[in-house]
């Protein structure tokens, strides 16, 4: 069983950059498939990107152009870089990792970290 923890969160503003890193223990993290999740107040949690074990990458169409997933297995970390960052961007983001299925759905979830974006 593999445990996420989710960090570099924080207040940005609209325009900056943030990079999240989801940190994994407990199993062989190479294995695993690892998407990126978001969930804004009083929205249903989305999909925003993922990577397969292999490294092929996944985006949700609004950050196709602005976000970048990639994954250090010596590291047992996946980042998700965050570029031109948008007010609609604001959310709690989670990390989550599975071993059979590239893009979810995933067996095992993060805590989640807060990006604010501010104007």
């Known amino acids: 069983q593999v445990q996420l923890v989710e960090s570099g969160g924080g207040l940005v503003q609209a325009g900056g950059s943030l990079r999240l890193s989801c940190a994994a223990s407990?199993?062989?993290?190479?294995?695993?498939?690892v998407g990126w999740y978001r969930q804004a107040p009083g929205k249903e949690r989305e999909f925003v990107a993922a990577?397969?074990?292999?490294?092929?990458?996944y985006y949700v169409q609004s950050v196709r152009d602005r976000f970048t997933i990639s994954r250090d297995n010596a590291k047992n970390t996946v980042y998700l870089q965050m570029n031109r960052l948008k007010l609609e961007d604001t959310a709690v983001y989670y990390c989550?990792?599975?071993?059979?299925?590239?893009?979810?759905?995933?067996?095992?979830w993060g805590q989640g970290t807060q990006v604010t974006v501010s104007s």
């Open positions: 989550a990792a599975d071993q059979w299925h590239t893009a979810g759905p995933y067996d095992y």
């Open positions: 407990g199993g062989t993290f190479s294995i695993y498939h």
């Open positions: 990577i397969s074990n292999g490294g092929t990458t």
